[in-house]
């Protein structure tokens, strides 16, 4: 009789705390805004490899193929920056951008 009470106990916890669990993994505003943001930038990066495929495809010499190599650098350099600058930021955190 024990056994069947601590039992039932136990699986009352274990329903009680995956509950919980699965409230707390519910995704949120927050949520929504980051998704919105790399989807975005997802969409960025896709239209920029179009330009630079249509570039490379529009090339009728080597000359030409360099400068849409040098375009499609120069946009990787900026991104690369971007990233470095969010991610010194983000380590920094809130008490940076406070002062």
Do not use: W, Y
């Not at 009352?12 to 519910?26: E, I, K, Q, R, Y």
Request: aromatic share 4%.
């Amino acid at each position: 009789m024990q056994v069947a009470s601590v039992a039932r106990s136990l699986m009352s916890l274990v329903v009680v705390v995956g509950f919980s669990g699965a409230v707390l993994a519910a995704p949120g505003p927050k949520f929504e805004e980051r998704k919105s943001k790399v989807l975005s930038d997802i969409d960025q990066r896709i239209a920029k490899m179009q330009e630079h495929r249509a570039c490379v495809a529009g090339a009728s010499d080597q000359d030409a193929m360099k400068k849409c190599h040098e375009a499609m650098k120069a946009f990787h350099d900026a991104e690369r920056q971007k990233h470095a600058e969010m991610e010194k930021a983000r380590k920094e955190g809130p008490e940076a951008a406070k002062k």
